[in-house]
Nanobody
Framework: EVQLVESGGGLVQAGGFLRLSCAASGFTFEVYAIGWFRQAPGKEREGLSSISSSDGSTYYSDSAKGRFTISSDNAKNTVFLQMNSLKPEDTAVYYC?????????????????WGQGTQVTVSS
């Protein structure tokens, strides 16, 4: 059974940081890219960052550049998203997803598997 399980969300003050984790199982981790997305209330889900499990290449959308850093621990089939200098507008449900396609294509239909999401709330 394919599983992507996010953790690490929570309530943080503006300017703070969080580190999200995505634990993957049930598929060959090394042939997939893992990405992070978020969906704020009333908004569409947007891509933030992704990492190729095969070669470690990383990609960032404009929303994530400069404050977010993606990394992975292939031995544990886990991908992390370090989020710094958080702002109230970062409040959203954060999802990880897996794709065998192009990791820098943020179109949701290209992503094969999804986690259930973890809530991040940034207070002002």
């Amino acid at each position: 059974e394919v599983q992507l399980v996010e953790s690490g969300g929570g309530l943080v003050q503006a300017g703070g940081f969080l580190r999200l984790s995505c634990a993957a199982s049930g598929f060959t981790f090394e042939v997939y890219a893992i990405g992070w997305f978020r969906q704020a209330p009333g908004k569409e889900r947007e891509g933030l960052s992704s990492i190729s499990s095969s070669d470690g290449s990383t990609y960032y959308s404009d929303s994530a550049k400069g404050r977010f850093t993606i990394s992975s621990d292939n031995a544990k089939n886990t991908v992390f998203l370090q989020m710094n200098s958080l702002k109230p507008e970062d409040t959203a449900v954060y999802y990880c997803a897996a794709t065998r396609g192009l990791p820098y294509v943020w179109d949701l239909k290209w992503w094969d598997y999804w986690g259930q999401g973890t809530q991040v709330t940034v207070s002002s």
